[in-house]
């Protein structure tokens, strides 16, 4: 039985699969592992919400505790780290700009946003 997937849609209707982790779980990612991560938490409808969206190496931006912007996550009620592996940084930026498009409520905070 695999890890669950949640399908995220960016605002040029394509659709990225990510694996979803517990915070826990994404903090044991080892360094030089590339990709897309989503912090998210579940809301009253039962839904995904997006906390914040990056890219980059997922031993640093899906571990909680090294993450720039941990008090911001915290705040906002993160409980998962969504993952995409994707080794190719161009693709990785896009990706990531498609999905904030789309969620512009998720990396409200200045560290977030000012890459």
Known sequence: MGRPVCEWQGA???HYDYIVHTLE?????GAGQFGNCIYARINDERLWVPVCIGQGDLGVEADLE???CADCLRLHGATHVHLHANTRPGD???EEGDLRANYPMACECDRCSGD
């Open 66 to 68: 090294r993450h720039r």
């Open 12 to 14: 040029s209707g394509r």
């Open 25 to 29: 779980e994404a903090g044991q990612i």
């Open 92 to 94: 990785r930026r896009a």
